[in-house]
């Protein structure tokens, strides 16, 4: 099983930037792919960044150039890097890990990014 603690949420600006953090349990992480999903109020749950065991990565376009997803292994932590923060991008974030057995893998609790003058 595995947990994950997300941090990094909060009120920001148009414009500014936000560093969202993921810290997962367990020994196996560098074996999971991790994502980053987000969701607005009376919308559904979308995909916003994913990053391979092996270091690939893929976002969604309307986030591309702007937020940037990575991992630190060693510690256990993925990482969502997010400039230009744009109103729209108001949502829930959630951490997720991917898994072979468990359907639908692992989430977090979900940490708040409210983008508002």
């Known amino acids: 099983q595995v947990q994950l603690v997300e941090s990094g949420g909060g009120l920001v600006q148009p414009g500014g930037s936000l560093r969202l953090s993921c810290a997962a349990s367990g020994s196996q992480f560098s074996t999971y792919a991790m994502g980053w999903y987000r969701q607005a109020p009376e919308k559904q749950r979308e995909l916003v960044a994913l990053?391979?065991?092996?270091?690939?990565?893929n976002y969604a376009d309307s986030v591309k150039g702007r937020f940037t997803i990575s991992r630190d292994n060693a510690k256990n932590t993925v990482y969502l890097q997010m400039n230009n923060l744009k109103p729209e991008d108001t949502a829930v974030y959630y951490c997720?890990?991917?898994?072979?057995?468990?359907?639908?893998?692992?989430w977090g609790q979900g940490t708040q990014v409210t983008v508002s003058s």
């Open positions: 990053i391979l065991r092996g270091g690939s990565t």
């Open positions: 997720n890990a991917a898994s072979s057995t468990k359907r639908g893998g692992y």
